[in-house]
């Protein structure tokens, strides 16, 4: 009997205790508004600013370049939508393997006299450089490559991308939220080299959700898209989630202190899962490029993947078929599709991401598991077939 193995972490991640200890006193004693000036509001406004200067930390940018937002889907539509609003339309360029809450901001400028346009990327799930120098030479005034993959984890090279983009003088934005915590992010780095906006989310390194930030250059406009009480710079008016700020910073400062070990343990625990699917037949995608140490993203020939999810769920393994944000759809995954995978095969990916206390003995009892599962879904469809 196998104890059951939560193995998804890139859709989510338990809240660290020392996390939930860090935010447990804003919720009830410590509930003053940030905006209020008298004492209590003073602690909120000052537990803020603690946090925030945590969080640009973590992703080596400068207190004053946070915003704090609901999450990344929100973050990733304040830039989206937030710079359009400041710039003529004209050509708006994403990564084809975007994740929605990129992909849907940017096609709805289509409405407002936008073009649209997709950058391909290879049979690894990286940015073609034909496509992209095509793209570039019509111009773009906004560009947006996600640093690192939800499903397949491959790693970008934004830096790179934004700096042939300058001459272009597109602003350039990156979705970072799975790359946080993981790899070394360094926006001052991406800065100079041309990168103008990060996308982080909290409750992927063990933070809480519903915090996230958008890590922007103070020279880029944006218009906000809740408007109020002036609170963010402006670009983000409402009272602040003090309880949810205070847990993302916590998760940040501990994420990066714990990164080199955590990451060291899933690049040896992601060989060895690897390792026994290919003993089985598996098919691993973006195998060729570089990847978030925690993750794989897999398919196996003839078996459909919300099938398997779900038997491995009844065993107790909860993995996932693609991105959580887009669960309800029955659709192959269009990153997948992107990459040129057949969608027989497309249909069959089932994503394993690990995280900061998985184990030697759950990687392995998911690999017996799996063996099992696959064996009756075969065995069933022989009888039936």
């Known amino acids: ?35 209020s000036r008298h004492e209590y509001g003073r602690a909120a406004r000052a537990a803020i600013d603690e946090a925030r200067a945590k969080v640009a930390a973590a992703a080596g940018a400068h207190p004053t370049e946070v915003v704090f937002t609901s999450g990344g889907s929100e973050a990733n539509n304040l830039f989206v939508k937030g710079a359009a609003a400041k710039l003529k339309p004209g050509l708006v360029a994403v ?166 070990a955590v990451a060291t343990r899933h690049l040896a625990l992601r060989r060895g899962l690897e390792m026994g699917l290919a003993g089985q037949g598996a098919t691993i995608f973006g195998l060729g490029a570089e990847r978030l140490p925690n993750t794989v993203y897999f398919a196996l020939p003839g078996i459909d993947g919300e099938t398997l999810v779900g038997k491995l769920d009844r065993a107790g393994f909860a993995v996932a078929s693609g991105a959580a944000c887009a669960s309800a759809k029955i659709e192959p995954s269009h990153v997948l599709m992107a990459m040129g995978v057949a969608p027989e095969l497309a249909r069959g990916a089932v994503r394993v991401s690990l995280g900061r206390d998985t184990t030697e003995q759950q990687t392995r009892d998911f690999l017996f598991a799996l063996a099992e599962t696959v064996f009756q879904l075969r065995r069933l469809a022989a009888l039936t077939g």
């Open 95 to 260: 990564s084809a393997v975007e994740h929605p809450s990129v992909r849907e901001p940017a096609r709805s400028l289509e409405s407002q006299s936008w073009r649209y346009a997709e950058i391909g990327v290879d049979a690894d799930g990286r940015v073609v450089q034909e496509s992209y120098a095509a793209l570039l030479a019509a111009r773009p005034a906004l560009v947006s490559v996600m640093l690192a993959n939800n499903e397949t984890g491959v790693v970008q090279d934004v830096g790179g991308l934004a700096e042939q983009a300058r001459p272009a003088r597109a602003w350039f934005h990156a979705d970072a939220v799975q790359a946080l915590g993981r790899i070394d992010l360094d926006f001052r780095a991406l800065n100079a080299r041309g990168v103008h906006a990060l996308t982080l989310s909290a409750h992927k390194l063990g933070g809480p959700k519903g915090a996230g930030a958008l890590i922007v250059d103070k020279r880029v406009d944006l218009a906000p898209l809740v408007a109020g009480g002036g609170q963010e710079r402006g670009l983000r008016s409402g009272t602040e989630n003090v309880p949810a700020i205070v847990g993302f910073g916590a998760a940040c400062e501990l994420a990066c202190a714990e990164k080199s």
């Open 1 to 35: 009997m196998f104890a059951p193995a939560y193995l998804d972490h890139n859709a989510t991640t338990p809240v660290d205790p020392r996390v939930l200890e860090a935010m447990l006193p804003w919720f009830a004693e410590r509930h003053g508004n940030a905006s």
